[in-house]
T-cell receptor
Framework: GAGVSQSPSNKVTEKGKDVELRCDPI?????LYWYRQSLGQGLEFLIY????????KSGLPSDRFSAERTGGSVSTLTIQRTQQEDSAVYLC?????????????FGPGTRLTVL | KQEVTQIPAALSVPEGENLVLNCSFT??????LQWFRQDPGKGLTSLLL?????REQTSGRLNASLDKSSGRSTLYIAASQPGDSATYLC?????????????FGKGTKLSVIP
């Protein structure tokens, strides 16, 4: 079956512009996660959804970052007024449910470059 | 707060050699520990997942062990091949608060020389 897909695969933008990153989870997965991998850093957790709700937004780096999920499926991560330090690979994952031992399956990521 | 450390940061070995990658974590209250592989410009591929009640998992030439009480895991790769060259990431899932997220180490970059 299809895995987690993300689009675009690469995005180059100018400082100050807004960007939207999209994630399509595995069909039937109720939980969806966003992580960020910056150069030289490990993967850091940003936000997760159980259904359309985001119980914990504390991992978002600033109020320029927001995310939404509609229909319990597709999610969009939006970064407003992008800064150079936002350059990173943004990874999306999904799992059957958020809690417990459920395995998270990762997408290929979106590489964001802010000039 | 859970912290995951991977040693070494980089490793270069000749083809055919057996090798061990190390992962340590500070909070032993975990659901599971997972080893991933990441190729340049690609996403994460799950290699092995060890539940907290398990001691080890095997898949082909890969064997992962877990010592929860000491906060350590190892990934053993037998008879290494050039195709094994990649970055290997260790991640833990806490069993308490924050059980929805994975905490990752920074990875070990492996190069297998033909």
């Amino acid at each position: 079956g299809a895995g987690v897909s993300q689009s675009p695969s690469n995005k180059v933008t100018e400082k100050g512009k807004d960007v939207e990153l999209r994630c399509d989870p595995i069909s039937g997965h109720t939980a969806l996660y966003w992580y960020r991998q910056s150069l030289g850093q490990g993967l850091e957790f940003l936000i997760y959804f159980q259904g359309n709700s985001a119980p914990d937004k504390s991992g978002l780096p600033s109020d320029r970052f927001s995310a939404e999920r509609t229909g319990g499926s597709v999610s969009t991560l939006t970064i407003q007024r992008t800064q150079q330090e936002d350059s990173a690979v943004y990874l999306c994952a999904s799992s059957l449910e958020a809690g417990g031992p459920h395995t998270q399956y990762f997408g290929p990521g979106t590489r964001l470059t802010v000039l | 707060k859970q912290e995951v450390t991977q040693i070494p940061a980089a490793l270069s070995v000749p083809e055919g050699e057996n090798l061990v990658l190390n992962c340590s974590f500070t909070d032993s209250a975990i659901y599971n520990l997972q080893w991933f592989r990441q190729d340049p410009g690609k996403g994460l591929t799950s290699l092995l997942l060890i539940q907290s009640s398990q001691r080890e998992q095997t898949s082909g030439r890969l064997n992962a062990s877990l010592d929860k009480s000491s906060g350590r895991s190892t990934l053993y790769i037998a008879a290494s091949q050039p195709g094994d060259s990649a970055t290997y990431l260790c991640a833990v899932k806490n069993s308490g608060a924050g059980s929805y997220q994975l905490t990752f180490g920074k990875g070990t970059k492996l190069s297998v020389i033909p």
